[in-house]
């Protein structure tokens, strides 16, 4: 670059997933969005478990810190026996079928809850003091019972009470009943959102089977996928991205923020897709 030749832009930070208390994350709405504010993000979606509870907070508090808001929602469901989260975009959080379906998910992540203290305590747990804990949250998950486990002293960390109490074929798991995959991404739709396939690299699927849950997806109307998370590989990003071509998939970046203390999931991702990825921000109108 010559002496004379301008500095080239900044790329724009956006987060097009995150959680707030609302869900299974440590922070306010508003904090969430003090926190985006302070690491520069442009563009911020909140995008909580089966709940669109905290977007109009985050919303006012965006429009105090100059951030555009985009209102999101995690969708759960299920899809050949395994669960598979959809983040949709762009929804309408006023949506009646929308604000119905989370209010169902709400109480059966309760009685899950409640079933869940029940194993626990059949393993010689407290497990009624550790549901209590739980189902004090806005919405409580099992993020909450391993936060509860941890603060009894019977985990060093939430990840290492997941592996001990209440991941599959542990003492304290049930497992849980999600919707179809085809029913969430037609309740995204509906509200007037996008459906992303999140967090794609997670699931435990061989290479054909991920190609045609990619598929199936694209198929019922899905318009993005993940491609830029925090814990993606090279290898990661480069499948995933062969997804998005192969199935003309739009790529969505995000943080899947949840709380301060994980350093490796800070807010904001520099807008930078793989080669011939349509940002998922062109659907949205940005």
């Known amino acids: 670059m010559s002496p004379s030749s301008p500095a080239p832009a900044p790329v724009p930070r956006v987060d097009l997933h995150t959680h707030s208390s609302c869900s299974d994350g440590t922070l306010e709405p508003a904090q969430l969005v003090a926190r985006a504010a302070l690491r520069q993000v ?25 951030i555009r808001f985009v209102p999101g929602v995690e969708l759960s469901c299920q899809w050949r026996e395994r669960e598979i989260h959809l983040v949709g975009l762009n929804v309408e959080p006023a949506n009646p079928a929308l604000r119905a379906h989370c209010a169902a998910l709400l109480q059966r992540r309760r009685q899950r809850i409640a079933a869940m203290a029940q194993r626990l305590t059949a393993a010689g747990m407290p497990g009624a003091a550790l549901a209590a804990d739980a189902l004090a949250a806005a919405l409580p ?50 509200a007037g959102g996008v459906a992303v396939l999140a967090h794609p690299h997670r699931y435990r699927l061989s290479n054909s089977a991920q190609r045609e849950l990619a598929g199936e997806f694209k198929t019922a109307g899905g318009a993005g996928i993940e491609v830029s998370l925090p814990g993606m590989g090279p290898g990661d990003t480069d499948r995933v991205a062969a997804l998005a071509r192969r199935y003309e998939l739009m790529g969505s970046i995000g943080s899947d923020f949840h709380e301060p203390d994980l350093p490796w999931r800070p807010l904001g991702r520099f807008a930078k897709l793989p080669d011939r990825i349509t940002p998922i921000m062109a659907s949205l109108g940005l």
Request: include cysteine; charged fraction near 15%; proline fraction near 5%.
């Open 42 to 66: 442009a563009l911020l979606a909140l995008t909580d478990h089966d709940s669109v509870g905290g977007c109009e907070q985050a919303l006012t508090a965006c429009q105090r810190h100059g």
């Open 141 to 190: 998950t099992r993020t909450h019972l391993a936060r509860a486990l941890c603060a009894q002293g019977f985990a060093p960390t939430p990840a290492k009470a997941f592996e001990r109490w209440l991941q599959r074929g542990r003492p304290g798991y049930v497992r849980a009943q999600w919707p179809a995959l085809a029913q969430a991404l037609a309740l995204i739709i509906g």
